[in-house]
Structure formats: structure tokens, C-alpha cells
């Protein structure tokens, strides 16, 4: 069946510019996650939703990035005023409930110039 | 690639021969690990867990043995062929905790 995907596969900005990634879970997945991984580096993780409702977002490096899931299926990480450091392969996971495993999208690799 | 890997422990090994991969995790509270495989330019893929009310789980050529004594886990691949190469993390979780903490990966090169 499809797992997760994630668009744009490759994103390049303009320090400064804002940038939306997205995620599409494997349906039915009730929680989701956001990592970032730079490289080299293993994931780290960012922010978590159950359903619609974001449960955890202690991992978010600053106030500039921003995550939502509105209907509980589909999440968009957004990032305003992207800065060089924020350059990494975003990575988002599904995961069928609480506790089980996650499954990673391919990963949008983002390139901030 | 897309890991570099300059500071990623590596690991060679011939072909058809059997590979130990090692880590050690932090968090004596984790109660759920997981091994990922991850090839260059694609996420993390899921290979096996384990939960901490068991020290050796089996799948299809891989075994991990957990070791909460000295919090060591390990990754054996059997018969190791190329297109096991690319870079191995764990993972943890701590019980209602949600997130995922990696390791830092080694990288599996298959020499053939």
C-alpha cells in the first residue's frame, strides 16, 4: 500500500523566505511526527500530532517554525524567515497509534542560501 | 550521499558473511527500540523492533538481542548481501513519551 509522502522532495530558498513542507500519512495513521536530520546526523525530533491536535512540539528550534494538522490527516511544517542553519532533510513518520511504529516519508531535503 | 558520514562509525564486511551492529542507549526509562535502515536520499526504513519485556527478537535474516543491564542493543544481518549497505540507526522510546531518540548510525559497506 502507499506510505508516507512528502512534497516538495527538494526545496531551495532565499535566507529569509518562508517555506511550507508537507505531509501526507499513510491513512488511517492517527499519530504523526516531524524530524529533522542534518547531515550526516541522525533524526531529531521536532514536533508530534495526534490527530489534530499537536501533543508535543518541544523539538521545534524557535518560534520561526511552525507545524499544524487541521483535519488530522494531511501536516504542513511551515518555516518563516529561513535562516542557512535551517538547511536539513525534513523527515515526517505515521504511525497507526500511540507507542507503535513509525514509518518515515522519503524526506524533503531543504537548502536555505 | 546524502550522510556524509564523517563522523559515522563504519563498518565493512565481505559478502555472505554475517554483520554485528552496535548501540548503546542512554535512557534506562526506554521501553521500545527499533533498528532503521537508511539509504542515501530515502527516510528511514523500518527493519525490526523490539520491546523491553524481551532480550532477542527474530525476522527474515535480522535478529536484535536488547540488553538492559548495560543498555546495549545490536542488529545481526545474516548472509549480508550488497544491498544491505547504507546507514543503520536505533532508535528508542520511552513509554508515552511519543518521540523517537536515534543513535548515531553506522555505516554497512558490503565489500564484494
Known amino acids: 500500500g502507499a506510505g508516507v509522502s512528502q512534497s516538495p522532495r527538494y526545496k531551495v530558498a532565499k535566507r529569509g523566505q518562508d517555506v511550507a513542507l508537507r505531509c501526507d500519512p499513510i491513512?488511517?495513521?492517527?499519530?504523526l511526527f516531524w524530524y529533522q536530520q542534518a547531515l550526516g546526523q541522525g533524526p531529531e525530533f521536532l514536533t508530534y500530532?495526534?490527530?489534530?491536535?499537536?501533543?508535543?512540539k518541544s523539538g521545534l528550534p524557535s518560534d520561526r517554525f511552525f507545524a499544524e494538522r487541521p483535519e488530522g490527516s494531511v501536516s504542513t511544517l511551515k518555516i518563516q524567515r529561513t535562516q542557512q542553519e535551517d538547511s536539513a532533510v525534513y523527515l515526517c513518520?505515521?504511525?497507526?497509534?500511540?507507542?507503535?511504529?513509525?514509518?518515515f516519508g522519503p524526506g524533503t531535503r531543504l537548502l536555505v542560501l | 550521499g546524502e550522510n556524509v558520514g564523517l563522523h559515522l562509525p563504519t563498518l565493512s564486511v565481505q559478502e555472505g558473511d554475517n554483520s554485528i551492529i552496535n548501540c548503546a542507549y542512554s535512557?534506562?526509562?526506554?521501553?521500545?527500540f527499533i533498528w532503521y535502515k537508511q539509504e542515501s536520499g530515502k527516510g528511514p526504513q523500518f527493519i525490526i523492533d523490539?520491546?523491553?519485556?524481551?532480550d532477542k527478537r527474530q525476522g527474515q535474516r535480522v535478529t536484535v538481542l536488547l540488553n538492559k543491564t548495560v543498555k546495549h542493543l545490536s542488529l545481526q544481518i545474516a548472509a549480508t548481501q550488497p544491498g544491505d549497505s547504507a546507514v543503520y540507526f536505533c532508535?528508542?522510546?520511552?513509554?508515552?513519551?511519543?518521540?523517537?531518540?536515534f543513535g548515531q548510525g553506522t555505516r554497512l559497506t558490503i565489500n564484494p
Open positions: 513518520a505515521s504511525s497507526i497509534r500511540q507507542q507503535e511504529t513509525q514509518y
Open positions: 500530532f495526534q490527530n489534530e491536535a499537536q501533543l508535543d
Open positions: 535512557n534506562s526509562a526506554s521501553d521500545y
Open positions: 491513512s488511517g495513521h492517527v499519530s
Open positions: 532508535a528508542e522510546n520511552e513509554w508515552g513519551a511519543q518521540k523517537l531518540v
Open positions: 523490539i520491546r523491553s519485556n524481551m
